[in-house]
């Protein structure tokens, strides 16, 4: 039985993306990742981000595709972006928490294909379903777990018709993901620290276990501590259970949140307070560790290793993140810029 569930997953693992019989001679039919059949343009010139990740990816691979933004940049991650595409319209966002966009706004960019990216259940189906049987455009789902990053970014290249690019990132991403196994192979079970990742300007929003927002944790071989709060997405917890949960590592999205940790009281017994290992998260003009959960995370990696193990990572964040923003982001960072970016990572009220 075992054998055979593992067949019938490997086997719809080659399916999805896979091109099948041409639907018109202008037309190909594909299968997402959540196994729909989907007919989309054999050119497409036009595509909206149904979401961030999906927003990320995008920008990523073929900036000159994108109808906009999901939401407006900020100004302080458009320094973070190339023009002319930090200056796209914003449209609101489909999908997930806090979705603020209408057909009507979709009907008039004119997209040849909507994309979401991130989590595949039958919700987020059926709310493609509805919107491609709304508005009469191709809506495609597509897996956004982390470790399918090389393969997020080959399938988006090669339905993207930028096959190049997507397989130039894709090796990329393989690379860093040899850099995890590398590191790993030379870290024992005790030496893995166990972690809490505060998100909010309090700290006190989370990720519990199976969370797509706290999963790049469990790839870098660490713990989630909120794992022990149960099964589920992002959540509110209590600054009581994180004192219990006495983490020896912790990461923080809001700068506010990595001040207070390091100057209240409240904080001071936790073992990530006493031996200094509270770091702020670097953010622009995507998150490296989440904000949102997309391909953006892979230059977290570099960044995370060398935290977690100082003492194993032969990893160097600040050249890491020179190649990868030339490469994923289009811009070339200055000395200035990364320093900037880097400046939460040391400890300190």
């Keep these: 039985m075992l054998a055979r569930r593992g067949f019938l997953y490997a086997l719809f693992v080659v399916l999805q993306f896979c091109v099948l019989a041409p639907a018109s001679a202008d037309e190909r039919t594909i299968v997402d990742s959540a196994g729909r059949s989907v007919r989309v343009p054999e050119k497409i010139d036009r595509v909206l981000a149904a979401g961030p990740p999906a927003s990320v990816l995008l920008y990523v691979l073929a900036p000159e595709k994108m109808v906009g933004w999901v939401r407006e940049p900020s100004t302080e991650e458009k320094e973070f972006l190339a023009g002319p595409y930090r ?9 997930g928490k806090g979705n603020t966009a209408n057909l009507e706004t979709v009907l008039a960019l004119k997209p040849d294909l909507i994309v979401d990216v991130g989590t595949v259940d039958p919700t987020y189906a059926s709310l493609a379903d509805r919107v491609q049987q709304q508005t009469g455009i191709p809506y495609i789902l597509i897996d956004g777990s982390f470790v399918r990053t090389p393969q997020i970014l080959r399938e988006a290249g090669n339905l993207l018709g930028v096959t190049g690019r997507g397989e130039e990132l894709a090796r990329y991403a393989e690379d860093v993901m040899r850099e995890i196994d590398t590191v790993l192979a030379g870290v024992t079970a005790d030496e893995r620290p166990r972690v809490y990742y505060g998100r ?23 713990v989630n501590v909120a794992q022990s709060a149960g099964k589920g997405g992002l959540a509110n917890v209590s600054l009581e259970q994180v004192l219990g949960w006495d983490p020896d590592v912790i990461l923080a999205r809001s700068p506010a949140f990595q001040h207070d940790v390091m100057s209240d009281p409240s904080w001071a017994g936790v073992a990530a307070v006493r031996q200094g290992r509270v770091y702020g998260v670097p953010s622009l003009p995507f998150g490296w560790f989440d904000s949102p959960p997309g391909v953006n995370r892979l230059i977290g990696v570099p960044w995370l290793l060398s935290v977690l193990y100082p003492d194993k990572s032969p990893v160097d964040p600040a050249a890491a993140a020179y190649s990868f923003y030339h490469l994923f982001y289009h811009v070339d960072l200055t000395d200035g810029q990364l320093d900037g970016l880097l400046a939460g990572s040391r400890t300190g009220p």
């Excluded at 200056?87 to 999908?95: F, V």
């Excluded at 300007?201 to 870098?220: C, F, M, Q």
């Design 87 to 95: 200056d796209l319209p914003a449209y609101g966002m489909l999908t």
């Design 200 to 222: 909010g300007p309090k700290g006190l929003e989370t990720g519990l276990a199976g969370s797509i927002n706290t999963e790049i944790l469990g790839a870098v071989g660490a």
